[in-house]
């Protein structure tokens, strides 16, 4: 579908340059479209915690363990 839409589009274009705004246009990602993190991205979180209180939260857990 959007090949034929091309070929429609690239026959009504006046030059070259019309030919690539109109490609540039078909192909571009919807309006309001949002854009994926890039590759490797941490993704954000609300519930970030350092390193320091991993290790207690980690101890914390052992604690319980134990005591079960």
Same mark, same amino acid.
């Given at each position: 579908m959007l090949n034929a839409a091309e070929a429609?589009?690239?026959m009504a274009a006046e030059d070259d340059a019309a030919r690539q705004?109109?490609?540039a246009e078909l192909y571009a990602p919807p309006k309001g479209a949002r854009r994926r993190p890039?590759?490797?991205a941490?993704?954000?979180s609300a519930a970030r915690i350092d390193p320091s209180q +991993? %290790? $207690?939260?980690?101890?914390?857990a052992a604690a319980e363990d +134990? %005591? $079960?």
């Amino acid at each position: 579908m959007l090949n034929a839409a091309e070929a429609s589009m690239d026959m009504a274009a006046e030059d070259d340059a019309a030919r690539q705004r109109n490609r540039a246009e078909l192909y571009a990602p919807p309006k309001g479209a949002r854009r994926r993190p890039a590759e490797g991205a941490w993704p954000r979180s609300a519930a970030r915690i350092d390193p320091s209180q +991993a %290790r $207690a939260l980690m101890a914390q857990a052992a604690a319980e363990d +134990a %005591r $079960a």
